[in-house]
């Protein structure tokens, strides 16, 4: 993209913003009270608030490679926490997409520097669902479904979070498994049973 031309766009965004509305940026500096955190992947096919047709200030967007939330990431753990505590989001949505790069990257034998402690997180998503992946013949489902677990675990790690925790026994707040298919478009609700997954575990990680 010419960088010259991402100025004339917006540009054109602006008069396009105030021809509808003249006082469109004016109602931006009063601040944002989005009800929903999107964690979702930095891939440039996958546009947050595009894909749900939401507006500014409707939701607080994170992204890193793979929709991670790892517990020793300050970045992701920054963000749950801020948009938990402060913004007091009723809903936490991690968004995995299908041909997602950083899954299949993890999948690959090969040593991608400072990568591989990123990547190791996704490798240890695998060793947990290793008896149903490896029963996958076709290595496409594989991947697809390597990309839904992934999404499963990063939900159950917010889950496993002290704010969270709190939030949850003081307020509405849910959490939300989601996929989005490059190919068609759709998101996708995985539908996650956290509290199956969780009943046999959650004394370890309960924390309030």
């Given amino acids: ?4 031309q991402i100025f004339r ?13 003249a006082d469109y940026f004016k109602k931006l500096t009063y601040g944002q009270n989005p009800e929903v955190l999107y964690i979702g992947c930095s891939d440039s096919r996958v546009t947050a608030e595009e894909l ?3 507006g500014p200030g409707e939701v607080f967007v994170h ?14 753990q ?8 402060y913004l007091k989001v009723k809903h936490i949505i991690v968004c995995g997409h299908y041909h997602c790069g950083g899954v299949k990257a993890a999948m690959e034998s090969s040593d991608l520097g400072l990568l591989n402690p990123w990547l190791r997180n996704i490798r240890d998503v695998y060793r947990l669902h290793k008896e149903e992946l490896d029963s996958i013949e076709e290595e496409h489902d594989r991947y697809d479904r390597l990309v839904e677990l992934n999404v499963q675990e990063q939900c159950v790690n917010v889950i496993k979070t002290a704010d969270y925790q709190k939030a949850y026994s003081e307020r509405a707040i849910t959490v939300h498994g989601w996929v989005f298919d490059v190919h068609s478009g759709k998101l996708i ?10 009943k046999h575990i959650m004394e370890i990680y309960r924390l309030i």
């Fill in 1 to 4: 993209m010419n960088i010259k």
């Fill in 9 to 21: 766009n917006n540009e054109e965004w602006i008069a396009e913003k105030l021809k509808t509305d």
């Fill in 52 to 54: 749900m047709g939401a």
């Fill in 63 to 76: 992204r890193n490679i793979a929709n991670m939330v790892p517990n020793n990431d300050l970045n992701a």
């Fill in 78 to 85: 920054t963000v749950v926490t801020y948009a938990i505590k």
């Fill in 189 to 198: 609700d995985l539908k996650i049973d956290f509290d199956d997954i969780l």
